[in-house]
């Protein structure tokens, strides 16, 4: 099926419109980016930059905010609550599986997931509230808009409740510590590269995210295009739109850029593991398998189908399973005052010792790709 076939009623005027509309990476930050300072890694076949196994990287200062005259809990029972961006969606049902694992684990960490029902702000903040009213020793959140969350979490650190975040940033003085699944930069190298690999150095593209306040994902999309604008200067980002969390609104989404770009789309990007799928499917139910790559974020079991099919050649992601266990051991150290300012790592369990990075960040580890040879390998 030709792409072309699937622009209906455009007249000559809006495929004018739309060939002057997209932009190079050189010319601003794409939609949906923050306006961050950004650090793109080296292009394939540079040579590395020194890195923590050459000359030693100064640790940038601590920036995290602490928990106020908490009560001594060192090796005490604890229960926490974790508010992630939504829940009742294989992603974060992952997160919370990886928090009951090592809440049995420590034997002494209580867990309670709760959470909006939609990626909606003010109702996670309320969540929030009302854990707190509730009387908690720890919150641990993902957070759908880093400032809007924030003073809700200083409130928690004033009041002596200890705050970890994981997956979506807030602040960094409204939280102790930040679980980073990957580095950002990291993400967007994999995102960008994984497009080059599958459709050349040129490649036109579109971006299906949640929304263009959503802390990390605003973060990815700013490293990748500081990563295009570096390596892959003929790269072409025509449009981002925003989906929520939503699976028909990001398949809605996806498919109006099929529709708007024709033959001029060679590639969407999922910033989200909604996203992603959705953005599959619609290539897949639009015949473009093969012509239109997806290249995105999300859980191996959701993608599985369409990759086995050869829709979809990589998805890139961590193991939230992972990153939810990891922040349940970072709490638990915080409570127990093995994890101070100033610390360079901390044990975690199965997944052993974790480095800081940023001053205030856990570092989970580089980005993982799934492919078709290695996703049937994974269940979550």
């Not at 995210?209 to 390596?231: D, G, L, V």
């Not at 033959?263 to 473009?288: E, K, N, R, W, Y």
């Not at 093995?338 to 360079?344: D, E, F, R, S, Y």
Request: hydrophobic share 45%; aromatic share 8%; proline share 5%.
């Amino acid at each position: 099926m030709n792409k072309k076939s699937l622009v209906v009623g455009l007249g000559m005027t809006l495929v004018l419109a739309v060939a002057i509309t997209p932009m190079s990476a050189q010319e601003r930050r794409w939609d949906g980016a923050d306006d961050l300072p950004v650090n793109p890694l080296a292009c394939p076949g540079e040579e590395m930059a020194m890195d923590m196994e050459g000359e030693e990287m100064e640790m940038p200062e601590y920036d995290g905010g602490l928990a106020q005259n908490a009560p001594d809990k060192a090796g005490q029972p604890i229960t926490l609550v974790d508010v992630p961006k939504l829940i009742g969606i294989g992603y974060f049902d992952a997160t919370a599986l990886g928090m009951q694992q090592a809440a049995e684990e420590l034997g002494n960490v209580t867990v309670i997931t709760d959470g909006p029902t939609e990626a909606n702000i003010d109702d996670q903040i309320t969540v929030i509230e009302n854990y707190l009213a509730q009387g908690v020793d720890g919150v641990l959140f993902a957070a759908n808009d880093p400032v809007a969350i924030s003073p809700v979490l200083r409130r928690a650190l004033s009041s002596g409740v200890h705050v970890v975040g994981y997956d979506a940033n807030s602040e960094p003085d409204a939280r102790t510590w930040f679980v980073n699944q990957a580095e950002f930069n990291g993400i967007g190298k994999a995102m960008i590269d994984a497009l080059a690999a599958e459709k050349g150095e040129d490649a036109s593209f579109g971006i299906v995210t949640s929304t263009f306040t959503t802390p990390n994902q605003a973060r990815w999309i700013a490293e990748m295009w500081a990563y295009a604008n570096k390596c892959y200067p003929n790269m072409t980002w025509l449009e981002t739109l925003e989906a929520q969390e939503d699976s028909v609104l990001s398949f809605n989404q996806a498919t109006t850029l099929l529709n708007k770009y024709g033959d001029d789309i060679d590639g969407i990007f999922g910033m989200t593991s909604v996203a992603t799928p959705s953005s599959a499917d619609a290539v897949t139910q639009a015949g473009l398998c093969g012509e239109v790559a997806v290249v995105g974020l999300a859980t191996p079991n959701a993608m599985k189908p369409y990759v086995n099919s050869g829709c979809v050649k990589s998805v890139v992601l961590w193991n939230p399973i992972d990153l939810g266990y990891a922040a349940v051991y970072v709490m638990r150290a915080v409570v127990d005052g093995t994890l101070v300012p100033g610390a360079m790592s901390v044990e975690a369990g199965r997944l052993g010792e974790l480095m800081i990075v940023n001053g205030s960040e856990v570092l989970l580890g580089a980005p993982f790709i799934f492919n078709a040879e290695n996703i049937n390998d994974f269940d979550f």
